[in-house]
């Protein structure tokens, strides 16, 4: 296996990304959006988040394996030291370690970005075998230190079936009261 290269993902990887996202939304309930966005869209979700949060792509070699991204938890002043993270890998890259490092590289940069509260909202099979969906990402997350704060029942609809939302977070950093101020990413780029 190629070595990979974790780095900061930039809009011209938004076609690449896309085609990995895609399939997560058309044939799975990871994601609860019901049709892929366009690619513009998609671009314009990565310039988007690059104006506070990383976004990081993994390339084995010429090709983008997976991503991971960071945005608010919530858009309120308060919330500020919180991030949500996502991660998206292609569908023969799991189970190899990808999603760890790609994870591992996002909480230094977040934590450098003084973040305290490291959360992931995660879809939920309300049956044991579901077509669409298994534990997987639950299994992962609570691997990576994450602990479940939050259940949401029934509150997702697709593929003729319900679906729960469970909410996993994790403390990072070291925390301080009052915390220091939020770095955005651009200021945290600028320094390495």
Request: net charge neutral; proline share 8%.
């Amino acid at each position: 296996m190629e070595p990979i290269q974790i780095c900061v993902a930039s809009p011209q990887d938004a076609q690449a990304m896309l085609a990995i996202y895609a399939p997560y939304v058309e044939r799975t309930a990871v994601s609860f959006e019901l049709t892929p966005p366009s690619l513009e869209e998609f671009r314009g979700r990565i310039e988007t988040t690059l104006r506070r949060f990383p976004w990081l792509a993994v390339r084995q070699g010429d090709r983008v394996i997976g991503y991971a991204y960071a945005s608010p938890l919530h858009p309120r002043a308060a919330y500020a030291w919180s991030a949500e993270a996502s991660i998206y890998l292609a569908s023969d890259c799991h189970g190899q370690g990808v999603g760890r490092r790609l994870y591992d590289e996002l909480e230094k940069i977040l934590t450098a970005q003084r973040v305290q509260s490291l959360n992931a909202c995660i879809a939920c099979p309300r049956e044991e075998e579901d077509p669409h969906l298994t534990r997987a990402s639950l299994l992962f997350h609570e691997k990576l230190g994450f602990r479940t704060w939050g259940h949401a029942e029934r509150c997702a609809f697709k593929f003729d079936r319900w679906y729960d939302m469970v909410w996993m977070g994790k403390a990072i950093g070291t925390p301080l009261t009052p915390p220091a101020p939020f770095l955005p990413f651009p200021e945290i780029r600028e320094k390495t």
